[in-house]
C-alpha cells in the first residue's frame, strides 16, 4: 500500500497471487471492498501478474476498476503494445518506480507489518 501524491492524495494497492489455490481475480471485488472500507474510496488496485515459473508467458499489470454494481472489471496497465498512445508514458512510469510495484519476493509482502494497524 502507498499514499498518492496529487491533488486528491490516495492509495495505491497492489495485489499479486502467490499461491495456486487462492485466486486474485477471484476476489479482486472482495478485496478492493475491505481496501476501500480500510483507506477510503479513493484508492486504485492493481492486480499484478507474475511470469510463469516455467517461462512461458510474461509478467503483467492490469487495473481493476469496480462497476456500480461491485462487479470487478480489467483494463491491461502493462505491458502495453508499442501503438498504444500511452505507451511512451507506461514504459517511463515503470522504469523509474515499477520496480518497487514488482520486484518484491514474495517472502516480503509475507513479512511487512500492517501499517493501518
Known sequence: MW???GRKPGHLAVVTQTAPWASVTESAGQIWAELARRYGPSLVLLEHHPAPQDGEGAEGLD???I???G???WLGVWPTAAENPRH???E????VHGHQVVDKPA???DSCQDQAG
Request: no cysteine; proline share 5%; hydrophobic share 60%.
Open 107 to 109: 517472502t516480503w509482502f
Open 71 to 73: 462487479s470487478p472489471h
Open 67 to 69: 462497476g456500480a454494481d
Open 88 to 90: 511512451a508514458g507506461l
Open 63 to 65: 487495473l481493476v476498476r
Open 92 to 95: 517511463l512510469w515503470m522504469a
Open 3 to 5: 499514499l498518492t501524491a
